[in-house]
C-alpha cells in the first residue's frame, strides 16, 4: 500500500471510529438508564443539554454534557495519540473533531435523531487548540446569564470558532499551507454542522420565538416546528 493508501487509510479509520463514538448520544443514554421518557419527546425535541436541563433538571442535564463533552475530547486525543504527526499535511484530530460531531448531530444507533453537537464540538476544540478553548470558555460562558439563549451563544461560538483558529495558529507561526488552512477549513465545517443543526432555532430568532435559558425543569410534550 502507497502513502496515499496508508493516509486515506488512517482517515477513513479515524472517521469511522470517531463518527461511531460521537453516536453515543449521551441524552439518550442518560433518559434509558434512569428510566425516563425519550428526551426527544419532549421540549426541542434534541438530545442534548439544554433539553435535557429543561425537561429532567440539573443532575440529568450535568450527566448529559460531561458525557458529550468527554466524546469531543477523547475522538480528539486517540486520533493524535494514534497518529501523533501531521499525514500529508493534514491533521487527523480535525477529521476526529469533524466526526465525532456528525455523529452527535446524526447518531447511527438512534434513528439519526441526536443532539445540536455543541457540547461535543467545544470537548473536540479543547485537544485541537487549548487556547482557542480558552479564549470561547473566558469570552461566552458568561454572556449565557445577561442573555439566557444558550442557542444565540452556540451559534455565536461556532461562528468565532473558524476566525479564531485562523488567527491563533498564525500567531503561533504554523504553516499557512499545511495547519492554518486545512485547520481552518475543517473548523468551518465544524462551524457548518452546528448551524445546521441550528436552524430551527434560528427559524424562531426570525419569529421571535426563541427559548431563553431554562430555570426550572418542566416536560412539556415536544414543541410543534415553525
Not at 424562531?204 to 431563553?212: I, Q
Amino acid at each position: 500500500m502507497g502513502e496515499w493508501g496508508s493516509f486515506l487509510l488512517s482517515a477513513a479509520c479515524t472517521a469511522g471510529l470517531s463518527y461511531l463514538l460521537g453516536s453515543c448520544n449521551m441524552a439518550i443514554i442518560v433518559s434509558r438508564l434512569f428510566r425516563v421518557p425519550d428526551i426527544r419527546e419532549f421540549g426541542s425535541g434534541s438530545a442534548g443539554m439544554t433539553n435535557m436541563l429543561r425537561t429532567y433538571g440539573k443532575k440529568l442535564a450535568a450527566i448529559t454534557f460531561v458525557g458529550d463533552f468527554l466524546k469531543g475530547s477523547v475522538a480528539v486525543f486517540l486520533a493524535r495519540m494514534i497518529f501523533s504527526d501531521p499525514v500529508f499535511g493534514v491533521d487527523l484530530g480535525y477529521i476526529a473533531g469533524i466526526f465525532v460531531v456528525l455523529g452527535h448531530i446524526f447518531p447511527i444507533y438512534f434513528g439519526f435523531h441526536g443532539g445540536k453537537g455543541v457540547a461535543t464540538a467545544f470537548g473536540a476544540m479543547l485537544f485541537l487548540n487549548w487556547m482557542v478553548f480558552g479564549t470561547l470558555l473566558i469570552g461566552l460562558v458568561p454572556i449565557i446569564f445577561i442573555i439566557r439563549i444558550v442557542s444565540a451563544i452556540s451559534l455565536t461560538g461556532s461562528a468565532i470558532y473558524p476566525v479564531l483558529t485562523f488567527l491563533v495558529l498564525m500567531l503561533q507561526g504554523a504553516d499557512f499551507l499545511t495547519a492554518v488552512l486545512p485547520d481552518t477549513v475543517s473548523a468551518l465545517i465544524i462551524m457548518g454542522l452546528t448551524f445546521y443543526a441550528h436552524r430551527e432555532n434560528i427559524a424562531r430568532f426570525r419569529h421571535g420565538k426563541e427559548n431563553f435559558f431554562p430555570v426550572a425543569p418542566k416536560t412539556n410534550k415536544k414543541e410543534e416546528k415553525p
